[in-house]
């Protein structure tokens, strides 16, 4: 394999070479602050109400007890990587957003907010 050489490099290539990474950068900078707001990025692995998820372990159940559940309230639960570790939670989801088993989102594993749709670029 060659080396790339700048000389062969048009002015075009090397301006979406450098847009390319400013735009890795912003996605990287927005990922670091979610992480750091306890926002994981992992994949849903079920959807339905409080019942139809039924019992689980995971490190964050938002759901509420029986007693004060509103039984058409939709949850997700979602698997996401803590290093080696796979750990899940159980989060509300808002009414009428469009997520699907196996879909990647961010999920908070601190506090009980709904589900965001992860975007292609973070």
Known sequence: ????????LTPTLLVSLAASGLLAACATTEESARLEAGWKSGYVQAIGTSAEIGAQHARLDCRPAPADADP?????QVRYANGRLRRSVIAPMQPGQDIGIGQ?????????????????TG
Not at 1 to 8: E, S, Y
Not at 72 to 76: G, W
Not at 104 to 120: F, G, K, L
Request: glycine content about 0%; some cysteine; overall charge positive.
């Open 1 to 8: 394999m060659h080396p790339i050489r700048l000389r062969h």
């Open 72 to 76: 058409a309230a939709q949850f997700v």
């Open 104 to 120: 990647q989102v961010w999920v908070n594993s601190h506090e009980c907010r709904p589900v965001e749709r992860r975007s292609a």
